[in-house]
């Protein structure tokens, strides 16, 4: 099992700006691809972004140029910046690992082994 604990998901207005982050084990952030996904109420868990162990990244469309996926191999910790944050972006927010793939990642949380507690993030006026 590998361990997942996000942070960082708050409140923020439209056009602002909110870094989560998650820590892992050492083996996790160096092996496996990992991502982050969200989930609103009622709705399905989609991708976000994903990274591979060799920080190959891939973002949803809906988040490109404002959303950066990122690891920190020392800190062992998976983080994702977002900026230009939209009403949309209102969701729970979950980090994910895959221990059964390096790189290629996938882009469907069916494919992800492990999950974190999830953040919430809430973009309103």
Request: net charge negative; glycine share 12%; with cysteine.
């Amino acid at each position: 099992e590998v361990p997942l604990r996000e942070s960082g998901g708050g409140s923020v207005q439209p056009g602002g700006s909110l870094r989560l982050s998650c820590r892992t084990s050492a083996h996790a952030i160096k092996t496996y691809c990992m991502g982050w996904f969200r989930q609103t109420l009622g709705g399905e868990r989609e991708g976000v972004a994903t990274i591979d162990s060799d920080g190959v990244t891939n973002y949803d469309d809906s988040v490109k140029g404002r959303f950066t996926i990122s690891r920190d191999n020392d800190k062992n910790t998976l983080d994702l910046q977002m900026s230009g944050l939209k009403p949309e972006d209102t969701a729970m927010y979950y980090c994910a690992a895959d221990d059964g793939r390096a790189v290629w990642c996938s882009d469907y949380a069916q494919d992800f082994t492990d999950w974190g507690q999830g953040t919430q993030v809430t973009v309103s006026s």
